[in-house]
Every structure is written in C-alpha cells, then in structure tokens.
C-alpha cells in the first residue's frame, strides 16, 4: 500500500495507522505501507511515536520526499488516502492513472473522483474501523483489488485535461 501527501493534520495519518493497527489483528496475510511526504518535524515525531505505540514499525515506512512517486505508485497495489479535508487531489488522479484500487476517506472531491472512475472505496472520514474493512477487503481480495484497478484505468479519462478542456468549453458556451 501507498500513501501520499505532506505528513501534515489534513491528511489525517493518525486514523490510517489506526486503521491499520486494526487490520494488523484481523488478516493473516502480510502487507505494508509506504508513506512519502514531509512534515514539521513534530509532525513527523508524532507519527513515528504512533507507528511504535501501535506496534506497526514492521508494516510502516515513512519514506520522506520522493521524486520517484510515479514509479513507486507502479510498485504497489493499492492507494489510501485517509484525508480529513482536501480539494481535488493530485495524488488520487496519478493513483487512478497509475491503475492503483484506491480506498479514501469522503472528503472534497475524493468521492466524486471514486464515483467516476468507479476504482476504488470512498469510506466515511474520521471512521477507522470502515478505512480497517475496506483496506482488508482490498489485502484479501486481489480479485476485487483488479476489478477496481480495471475500472479506474477505463474510467480516469474524465479527469483528463482534454476532458476537462472540453467540459469547460462546453459550459461557457452554454452561458453564452
């Protein structure tokens, strides 16, 4: 699994980890995430000082800043974002590019993003034991991991920029 975005309150690691912890307890199969980004250094100290508390140093690597996002989204089979706010975020639409089954929190434009591309779980934000069964289901399920990595490679089209250009062409014409 694969996180990504700045260590910061917005996105909301405290309730994955916790997410996490809880999966830990139910599956047998082995997973780990990866989550790269930055943060304040207490922000990053109270993450570390979390994934100890919850015993999750074994299946939790902070990798810091990446340049090679693209390519470690290409290694890994499924994306999270457990966001407490956000707009419409860039690290989802290279997650659905990249064909990664995607579980995020129903925050700004994450669930539209989900509704279109039909690639992932939108899950409710602020809820641990929902983000634990949807990243469960997901571990357990590479069936299910593919169909919604199937669908979210078809459908990410919509958030193109010549999609979006027409869109926007469209509109304007229609207030014209």
């Known amino acids: ?49 979390q994934i100890a508390e919850q015993n999750l140093a074994n299946v939790v690597t902070l990798l810091g800043n990446r340049s090679d996002v693209p390519q470690l989204l290409c290694h890994s089979d499924i994306f999270v974002l457990s966001s407490s706010w956000e707009g419409l975020p860039i690290s989802l639409l290279e997650a659905q590019a990249a064909g990664l089954p995607s579980v995020v929190t129903d925050v700004g434009g ?45 459908n990410i089209h919509h958030f193109d920029i010549s999609s979006s250009f027409k869109k926007h062409i469209a509109y304007y014409s229609e207030l014209l």
Request: overall charge negative; hydrophobic content about 45%.
């Open 110 to 154: 994450c669930g539209e993003v989900i509704e279109r591309t039909q690639g992932g779980i939108v899950v409710a934000p602020e809820d641990a034991e929902t983000l634990a069964v949807a990243l469960q289901q997901l571990i357990e399920m590479p069936e299910y991991r593919e169909k919604l990595r199937a669908c979210a490679l078809q």
């Open 1 to 49: 699994m694969i996180a990504v975005g700045a260590l910061s309150e917005q996105k909301n690691y405290p309730l994955l980890l916790r997410a996490l912890a809880l999966v830990k307890t139910r599956t047998e199969l082995a997973f780990h995430l990866s989550i790269v980004g930055e943060g304040r250094e207490g922000t990053t100290q109270a993450i570390q000082q």
